[in-house]
């Protein structure tokens, strides 16, 4: 009777054992398990940060359509590119068709467009800006003073960004009819919210945005009817990433681009 005593302890103890050992091994599985899920959650996520860090493919900041001009980059002479008349606006011909298609999606949005502004000659520029000084020395400014009061509103000859014929002024009609003189405010018409929104589409983006980072960057208030022609993959990584074209061109020569 002892004996089968003994051996029912013996499998009691065996039973036991087992059960500690199978459990053991579960419970390894299962954390080591865990432990790689982690991992591979660490690195989907870093791998998403990389990706979004990632330029358009092949996009160098010496592209064609990436051309900056402005006060800290002037142009001392005139570029050489073929111009094309739109609406008696002269444009880069380049850019044509792209600025066809935003203004044609925009007509069947609903929103017909005018063609305010296109290219601008440094020359011409040169005689908007003198011309603008004569006319606050002749309210009685010294000629320092109406130098710099006219540089707050008008660009200085060279450093537009219209001498590109890849920037336009563009305006929905009725954003236009309510702010011929072309003001911030057109941005409260559903027309030039239109065209800011899907511009990126086509292409362009709104070349002076409102934010104050943005403007210590380009120099210029904000402007809601002011596009830049940069090409659709730029224009989409710009929008997406709120880029000025003088921190996204930064960034493709800070990265060897």
């Known amino acids: 009777m002892k004996k089968t005593s003994d051996h029912v302890k013996i499998s009691f103890v065996v039973v036991i054992l087992t059960l500690v050992v199978f459990f053991g091994i579960l419970t390894v599985h299962h954390f080591g398990n865990k432990d790689r899920l982690e991992t591979s959650d660490v690195q989907k996520v ?11 493919k092949d996009v160098k900041s010496t592209d064609w359509d990436l051309v900056l001009v402005n006060k800290k980059h002037p142009l001392s002479a005139e570029l050489n590119f073929n111009k094309v008349t739109v609406d008696d606006k002269q444009i880069d011909a380049r850019i044509e068709q792209p600025l066809a298609n935003f203004r ?6 609903g929103y017909a467009t005018t063609l305010v502004s296109g290219y601008r000659a440094i020359a011409y520029q040169k005689q908007i800006f003198d011309n603008s000084v004569a006319q606050y020395e002749a309210n009685g400014l010294s000629a320092t003073e109406a130098k710099n009061k006219t540089a707050l509103v008008i660009q200085t000859p060279g450093a537009s960004e219209h001498h590109t014929g890849l920037a336009v002024d563009l305006a929905g009609d009725d954003a236009l009819a309510a702010y011929p003189a072309l003001q911030a405010e057109m941005d409260q018409y559903t027309s030039q919210k239109w065209l800011i929104q899907h511009a990126p589409d086509y292409g362009f983006v709104l070349r002076f945005l409102s934010d104050a ?6 120099g210029i208030d904000y402007e809601s009817w002011h596009f830049r022609y940069v090409g659709v993959a730029n224009a989409k990584y710009m929008t997406q990433h709120h880029l000025t074209l003088e921190a996204y061109v930064a960034a493709l020569k800070k990265a060897n681009r």
């Open 46 to 56: 870093t791998s998403t940060v990389q990706s979004k860090n990632t330029f358009p």
């Open 213 to 218: 980072k943005s403007i210590q960057q380009t």
């Open 104 to 109: 044609q999606a925009a007509q069947k949005a």
